[in-house]
């Protein structure tokens, strides 16, 4: 993959633009393995949640980007979206290991 900087037209840019979404799907998919992961250490359905590490994670996430130059404001709002997402599906994973297990 060629840097920017060094790229000769769309073709070059578009390359990397895909290789670079598929990098970050590849990322996102292997945080959901830890995600799920993670459930086998939940007590309880309500601590999955984590509203406090949650609370905690999103300020970090704005301030990261700020420091690349992003806008920390829309990335802090992208975070809170993919975070409830991953909640969402560690608590139906949670929920079918829990029944599988009765």
Not at 5 to 14: F, V, Y
Not at 27 to 48: C, E, H, N, T, W
């Amino acid at each position: 993959m060629k840097t920017p900087e060094h790229c000769t037209g769309l073709a070059d840019i578009r390359h990397a633009i895909d290789n670079l979404d598929h990098q970050i799907i590849d990322a996102l998919g292997l945080r959901m393995q830890y995600v799920k992961a993670a459930s086998a250490f939940k007590p309880d359905q309500a601590s999955i949640a984590a509203p406090e590490r949650v609370a905690a994670m999103l300020p970090l996430r704005r301030q990261w980007a700020q420091d690349v130059g992003l806008d920390g404001e829309f990335i802090e709002s992208l975070f809170n979206q993919i975070i409830h997402w991953y909640i969402a599906e560690q608590t139906a994973f949670w929920l079918q290991k829990k029944s599988k297990a009765v």
